[in-house]
Structure formats: structure tokens, C-alpha cells
């Protein structure tokens, strides 16, 4: 059984739906700035990936919006834009199911509701304050939205998840739970515990002076990774239905990989062993095709950088052998648990038009990160196969491979 993509959308922080935020990217713009959504004086690092100008009333009932955290309602945006990019308007409810991500869900209300009862005591916490935080909510209000009763799933594997939703919808096709699958991912944790505790670890950039150019993922100084935010969606549907109704197809699945490193509970394993398995899985489940392009973690860390290409190169059988690798998140910042999906758009869309993404800010080459990392400018290439990696906290690690269909 073959499944592919035939509807997709996405919003982050140098777009709020799936064209200008690509066209954004491909220009080498970023939405990396100085913190707005709350004053970040005294935090170590006041920079981030905002999403900008985003009404949630243009995607809900006003008196929705205050059951559903901002991650939700990234989510619902994401979702509509791809139901209406699929072309369905008919489909059998029962068997099409809804697969979301987020890393940490509503850590915005969260807080809130942690400083309302520490301040104004329990009975003055909000009846909607749990069903907007939980993760699973994500896919709650997507799947009532749009009347998806198949399989209502959730994966909340830290930067891993928005990939590991891809694979979980895939395997739930395949495994004929369902005929069609909503992936949607969404994240919007930039607040004061949510910047201060990544801070409090040491992986944020805190190129506070220059917020621009503070994401630079494979360049000699990075100094951490940059929080964004965002959401995607992408509609995945068996072969046959797809070709029997007319719908763009804007690739096919061929390949998932997953693995955990067993190693620390933040740095990834040596060399990037954990990530090598996981790309190995995918790269033999794909048939090992050439692969045009890989869109990277690329975190803008020391270590997830150095091990990331260090992974690719023993995937390939050396540095030679690999193909154009970029990682987008200098232009989005690091979107946690909804990377993994955003960055699987992007991707899709970089096959569909045959342009490589850029790797913005790479200004000073570091020796140990040797690829060719489609630097500061996009390329056009033919791009039949491709890869989207995505690695999280406690070792956990997602990888898929898209492949074009002509």
C-alpha cells in the first residue's frame, strides 16, 4: 500500500500560511527578533522566531479562543489551509483519522494558571485551562472541527514529535486503520518559564545584540538554538484514493525511521549514532535511492550540528557521497515539536518547485562541519527523493523520506 501527501499548510515566523512563508525562506529572510510576547529584560536570551500578525477570530468563533492555547489554534489555521489545499469536501469520517504533535503543548496557560493559584487561590483557575493545555486537545479540536472519527493519535516526543506524527499516520494507513490521516503539529512556547528553562540549560543562543543572525545552524559560532513557533498540517491519503479522485499528490512516503539513543537525557549520542540508526531504517525501508536533498535538524547547537553531519556522512559512506543538506531553522527558529512537520512542508515544497532551501547566516565554515550545506542562498536542483530529519530530548529520533511522484 503507498501513501502520500496531497494537502499541506503551514505558518511560522516568516509566514502565515504555506506560500509566503516558503517564498520567505527560499529569499533568505528569517523571523528571528527580539522578543515581543513579554518583556525578556534579565532572561539570558531575548530572542526568538514570533509569529506575526496571527488573528486566531479569522480561524475560530471568537468565543472559542479562550478554550484553546495558542499552540491549538496554530494548529486549527495549519489544518483548514491543508483540507482546502487536498480539494476534500466529501469523505467517510469513520476512516479518516487525525495524527498531532507538540512538544510541550500550553505551557502559556500553564504559567497562568500557576500564578492565579498561587495568587488568587484554585477556585479562580479557568474551566477551560487543562483542555487548552493538553497536547492531545491539538487533535481534539482539529478532528471536531472537521468531523475526523478515525484514530484521534498524539506524539509528544519532544523536537521528535512533529515527525514521529508523520510516521504514526503513515503506519496507521498501513496498517489499514485508515484510508486518510490528518497530520497536525503546533507549538507556541515562548514565555517566561518556557525561554528562561532553555536558557536555564544553557541551549539557547543569546546573540541578544543581533537577533537576526542568532540562529546559524552548521556555522563555526553558533551558540544555541532559537525558540520559534508555528504550525503545520499535512494530509496523507493511500495512492489509489488519491489517483481516483484527481488529487495533487505532492509526494509519496517511502521510507520512516525511528530510534532512541539511550544515552543522556539532552546531549545526543556520540557521533550521532542514535540519528545514524534512525536514517539507516528509512534509507533501507526506502530501498536506498539516491537522495537529492536533506533538510536537517540543524539546531544551531554545538553537538546536534557536528553530530548531525557526522551521521550523514557514515549514512553515505563518507563526506563525497552526500547530498545538498540545509537546515531552515535560521529562518523560523527551532518550532520544538511542530519542527518536524513544519520542516516536512518545506520540504515537499522544495521538491515540488526544485529549489534547494537555504542555510541563512552560515558565515564562517567550521571544519568538523564539512557538507555542502546550501549556504545563504537557494539553489535550483532536481529533487526526486528527499530526506527530513528531526531528533529530541531524551534521544528520541524521527526520520522521513519523500519521494516525487511523476
Known amino acids: 500500500m503507498r501513501v502520500v501527501v496531497t494537502g499541506i499548510g503551514m505558518l511560522n515566523s516568516v509566514g502565515l500560511n504555506k506560500d509566503e512563508s516558503f517564498e ?36 475560530m468563533n471568537p468565543k472559542e479562543v479562550k478554550k484553546a492555547d495558542r499552540f491549538i489554534q496554530f494548529g486549527l489555521a495549519a489544518a483548514k489551509e491543508a483540507m482546502v489545499d487536498s480539494g476534500l469536501e466529501e469523505y467517510d469520517s469513520d476512516r479518516f483519522g487525525i495524527s498531532a504533535a507538540s512538544g510541550i ?88 518559564v518556557g ?22 545552524p552548521f556555522d563555526l559560532k553558533r551558540d544555541g538554538f532559537v525558540m520559534g513557533e508555528g504550525g503545520a498540517c499535512l494530509i496523507l491519503e493511500k495512492y489509489e484514493d488519491a489517483i481516483a479522485r484527481g488529487a495533487k499528490i505532492y509526494g509519496e512516503i517511502i521510507g520512516v525511521g525511528e530510534s532512541g539513543d539511550a544515552n543522556h537525557i539532552t ?28 533538510n536537517a535538524h540543524g539546531t544551531s547547537t554545538k553537538y546536534n550540528d557536528l553530530y548531525e553531519t557526522m551521521a550523514i556522512k557514515a549514512l553515505f559512506g563518507g563526506k563525497e557521497n552526500c547530498p545538498p543538506v540545509s537546515s531552515t531553522k535560521g529562518a523560523t527558529g527551532h518550532c520544538l515539536g511542530a519542527a ?9 515544497m522544495a521538491m515540488q518547485k526544485s529549489i534547494l532551501p537555504p542555510t541563512i547566516n552560515y558565515e564562517e565554515a567550521d ?7 546550501v549556504p545563504n542562498e537557494a539553489r ?16 528520541t529520533n524521527g526520520v522521513v523520506i519523500f519521494k516525487k511522484v511523476k
Do not use: W
Not at 527580539?34 to 522566531?49: K, L, W
Not at 525561554?195 to 543562543?205: P, Q, R
Not at 518536524?340 to 515537499?348: D, N, Q, R, S
Open 380 to 395: 535550483e536542483a532536481e529533487i526526486d527523493v528527499a530526506m527530513s530529519n528531526s531528533f529530541g530530548f531524551g534521544g
Open 340 to 348: 518536524g512537520t513544519i520542516e516536512a512542508v518545506i520540504t515537499l
Open 105 to 192: 503543548g500550553g505551557l502559556p496557560v500553564i504559567e497562568k494558571a500557576s500564578v492565579i493559584v498561587e495568587t488568587r487561590g484554585p477556585r479562580r483557575i479557568s474551566p477551560f485551562f487543562i483542555p487548552s493545555a493538553l497536547v492531545n486537545m491539538l487533535g481534539g479540536f482539529v478532528s471536531i472541527e472537521h468531523k475526523l472519527k478515525g484514530p484521534n493519535l498524539a506524539s509528544v516526543t519532544a523536537c521528535a514529535a512533529g515527525t514521529h506524527a508523520i510516521t504514526e499516520a503513515y503506519k496507521t494507513i498501513k496498517a489499514g486503520m485508515a484510508d486518510k490521516m490528518m497530520v497536525v503539529a503546533g507549538e507556541a512556547c515562548i514565555c517566561p
Open 267 to 294: 546531549t545526543p549520542a556520540a557521533g550521532g549514532e542514535g540519528a545514524l540508526r534512525a536514517m539507516k531504517m528509512a534509507y533501507k525501508m526506502a530501498g536506498e535511492p539516491k537522495i537529492d536533498y536533506i
Open 195 to 216: 525561554v528562561g528553562g532553555f536558557s536555564a540549560m544553557k541551549a539557547l543562543s543569546t546573540r541578544n545584540d543581533d537577533p537576526e543572525h542568532a540562529s546559524r
Open 367 to 373: 571544519s568538523e562541519c564539512d557538507l555542502d550545506y
Open 24 to 59: 520567505n525562506i527560499i529569499a533568505g529572510k528569517t523571523g528571528v527578533g527580539r522578543i515581543t510576547h513579554f518583556d525578556p529584560e534579565g532572561f539570558a536570551s531575548q530572542v526568538a522566531g514570533e509569529v506575526k500578525g496571527f488573528d486566531p477570530k479569522t480561524i
